[in-house]
């Protein structure tokens, strides 16, 4: 009987425990409103994206054991927040590298560097004043078109897009780009694809690239999109040569001529000047601006120094960070007789290439819009390009926002026209740019031919003005003596 009893007095204790407790009845109340519309508000959204996370955490782990060494470790995906390591490893020529890397925790950054074929020899969490020197792993328009262009190779020789990569890292001669190499590789193994992967460098690879690598990743062109940007960025390397070696030999005379006027001014000028001041000569107006810039430079160098530093510290970071000031500038150097047209034949031609790019691996206008305006620092330009943007939204053709404009090219211009009446857009911006790019490398070459002579007839007009000033008073002295 008891037994029978049993669950009677047990659902009459748990109906009084609850009666006497309004309480109780209230707080359970409430959670379960706060669980029902927790639920209302996810619904089957959350447990889709679970279940689609756990598939993609799967499919990883599978691929990544497909990619493992021979040494049967695996790396594991997991949402631990990334730490950064240093570590020390032996590569396969038994030499000693020493790095950083960023992952969840020791254990997955020796497995990533052993699947590396490195031997690992030690890997420990960075101290706080571990300071990594490895800055920089940016890469410029020589590195990626010679690292695209074997990208490309080792794809069309059938090698997989993860050992190519890792090819890449193994033959960097630069500290901080292999790094950058080295988690390229991690994303890839991660299961990210190759676009995601350099998007996650923060900023190391251009937008453009990144953009293009994306696109053809959906139409499936990868190797036929990687030689064309190497081809595009061996000819703005090219191009970036001509005009450092336009400013190259000006640059030096130049610094020729201040460091020969200030020796003159400095250790030359100040003995004349005792000697004019013992024989009491008469001291022309040319002698004595010259005499008073000795006086100001040997008292006030310290001033000087500091004064022009900080000036170029502040143009520099105005020009950064200051995006009126930028324009500004950048507008009175495109006023400046042949320093303005090197300018916007430069502009013209990396926006036309660029665009042509685009277009012809089938990105949307708007898009090559949107990733123009990212790639150039031009703000006169970047303004042309965001009319476009909103004339393209209202209905209206590219031309339209460059009719008229001082910066661009009326033969630019027509031959946009002239793509977008016949459908060959990206065929016309292909010949401009190659138009625009052979005058732009003309213009630099006879730049370069006139500045020649012209900073040689300044250094000779600077240091003969000085050796004047010297010898007139001479004169009067000798007059004296007679």
Not at 57 to 71: G, P
Request: net charge neutral; charged share 20%.
């Amino acid at each position: 009987m008891e037994i029978i009893a049993m669950p009677f007095i047990f659902i009459y204790h748990f109906v009084h425990y609850i009666l006497l407790s309004p309480k109780r009845i209230l707080n359970y109340a409430y959670s379960g409103v706060l669980v029902l519309i927790d639920k209302l508000s996810r619904g089957k959204v959350s447990k889709r994206k679970e279940e689609k996370e756990n598939a993609a955490i799967l499919e990883v782990e599978s691929m990544m054991n497909a990619t493992k060494k021979s040494s049967g470790q695996r790396i594991s995906i997991n949402k631990e927040p990334e730490i950064s390591f240093r570590y020390k490893v032996r590569g396969s020529n038994g030499k000693i590298i020493n790095g950083t890397f960023e992952g969840p925790n020791a254990d997955e950054v020796k497995i990533f560097l052993q699947n590396e074929g490195y031997d690992v020899l030690e890997v420990v969490p960075r101290k706080f004043y571990d300071i990594d020197i490895n800055i920089g792993g940016k890469f410029n328009a020589a590195d990626l078109s010679f690292s695209l262009t074997q990208l490309s190779t080792y794809l069309k020789a059938g090698i997989a897009l993860i050992d190519s990569v890792r090819i890449l890292e193994k033959q960097s001669e630069k500290p901080e780009q292999r790094k950058v190499y080295q988690k390229v590789v991690y994303e890839l193994l991660k299961g990210e694809n190759l676009s995601t992967a350099m998007e996650r460098q923060g900023g190391k690879f251009p937008v453009l690239l990144v953009n293009m690598i994306k696109t053809a990743e959906l139409t499936g062109d990868l190797t036929s999109v990687l030689d064309d940007m190497a081809d595009y960025y061996t000819s703005k390397e090219e191009t970036r040569k001509a005009m450092v070696s336009a400013m190259t030999y000006p640059i030096i005379v130049l610094c020729i001529a201040i460091g020969v006027i200030i020796f003159i001014l400095v250790s030359i000028v100040p003995s004349f000047v005792e000697m004019y001041e013992d024989n009491d000569a008469e001291i022309p107006a040319i002698t004595t601006f010259v005499m008073n810039a000795s006086d100001f430079i040997v008292n006030y160098y310290f001033i000087i120094i500091v004064s022009v530093v900080v000036f170029v510290g502040i143009f520099i970071y105005l020009y950064k960070k200051n995006r009126a000031f930028r324009k500004n500038v950048q507008l009175v150097l495109m006023h400046i007789p042949v320093f303005s047209q090197i300018i916007i034949y430069n502009e013209v031609y990396n926006f036309t290439k660029t665009f042509a790019s685009l277009l012809n691996h089938g990105v949307f206008i708007t898009d090559s819009m949107e990733v123009l305006s990212k790639i150039t620092n031009n703000e006169i330009y970047k303004e042309l390009i965001a009319k476009t943007i909103i004339n393209l939204n209202k209905g209206a053709n590219i031309s339209e926002s460059f009719k008229g404009s001082w910066a661009f090219p009326v033969a630019a211009y027509e031959m946009i026209v002239t793509g977008e009446k016949t459908g060959q857009l990206g065929l016309m911006m292909e010949k401009v740019a190659n138009y625009y790019q052979v005058l732009h490398k003309s213009l630099v070459k006879q730049m370069q031919s006139f500045i020649e002579p012209l900073m040689i007839a300044f250094l000779a007009l600077i240091v003969g003005t000085i050796l004047l000033s010297i010898v007139v008073p001479m004169f009067d002295i000798y007059g004296k003596i007679q």
